[in-house]
């Protein structure tokens, strides 16, 4: 791993999303998105922006127990994760960037 993650941490609405995009618009060679994996329900357009990949509760705990995924955690009754291989690659080359609640 070569590059670091950077978090953004606040409530639902405070921009955090808007921020991580405009840092990929502006700087696309250094920065990428570290992307969500969740057993949550689709909410709407903003879900299709490529910061979530949304399975089923079983597919999220076989991945887990094959090692797949880190930072797994529940919230609100529903399971919330990073997939290993997709971080692994992205801090490769880029500096990671993600948003938490």
Same mark, same amino acid.
Request: proline share 4%.
């Given at each position: 791993?070569?590059?670091?993650?950077?978090?953004?941490?606040?409530?639902? #609405?405070?921009c955090k999303t808007?921020?991580?995009?405009? &840092?990929? $618009?502006?700087?696309?060679?250094?920065?990428? =998105?570290?992307? /969500?994996?969740?057993?949550?329900?689709?909410?709407?357009?903003?879900?299709?922006? #490529?910061?979530?990949?949304?399975?089923?509760?079983?597919? &999220?705990? $076989?991945?887990?127990?094959?090692?797949?995924? =880190?930072?797994? /955690?529940?919230?609100?009754?529903?399971?919330?994760?990073?997939?290993?291989?997709?971080?692994?690659?992205?801090?490769?080359?880029?500096?990671?960037?993600?948003?938490?609640?």
């Open positions: 791993m070569k590059h670091p993650i950077v978090g953004l941490v606040g409530p639902s #609405g405070s808007t921020l991580i995009q405009d &840092m990929v $618009r502006f700087l696309p060679s250094r920065v990428g =998105i570290v992307k /969500s994996v969740t057993t949550r329900q689709r909410r709407g357009p903003e879900d299709d922006l #490529g910061f979530a990949e949304f399975l089923s509760r079983e597919e &999220m705990e $076989r991945r887990h127990a094959a090692g797949q995924l =880190i930072q797994v /955690s529940e919230y609100a009754g529903e399971l919330y994760a990073h997939d290993r291989q997709h971080v692994d690659k992205l801090l490769e080359i880029k500096i990671g960037i993600c948003a938490l609640v």
